[in-house]
């Protein structure tokens, strides 16, 4: 099992910046992929950035330039950083580990909501 806690949302104006954490604990050492994903009212999840345990990355186009994923490994945190932020980043922002020996599976986080309004 692998239990995963986020925090760092919250309300900040268009063109603001937030920085999530998403601290893993338990059998992490089978993590392949850490990714961010989220939901925003009436859409499905949608990923945001993810980062393998070789700390490849990739994200969505809709934040190429101004999101950054990153993981500290002493910690066990990966992050989101957030930058130029917009009203239509408004969403619940999940944490997601991806493991897929001996099977595949996922783990989500609680969610942490973030808003941009001004």
């Known amino acids: 099992q692998v239990q995963l806690v986020e925090s760092g949302g919250g309300l900040v104006q268009p063109g603001g910046s937030l920085r999530l954490s998403c601290a893993a604990s338990g059998s992490i050492f089978s993590i392949n992929v850490m990714g961010w994903y989220r939901q925003a009212p009436g859409k499905q999840r949608e990923l945001v950035a993810r980062i393998t345990s070789s700390s490849y990355t990739n994200y969505a186009d809709s934040v190429k330039g101004r999101f950054t994923i990153s993981r500290d490994n002493a910690k066990n945190t990966v992050y989101l950083q957030m930058n130029s932020l917009k009203p239509e980043d408004t969403a619940v922002y999940y944490c997601?580990?991806?493991?897929?020996?001996?099977?595949?599976?996922?783990?989500w986080g609680q969610g942490t909501q973030v808003t941009v309004s001004s």
């Open positions: 997601n580990a991806h493991r897929i020996a001996p099977i595949i599976t996922d783990y």
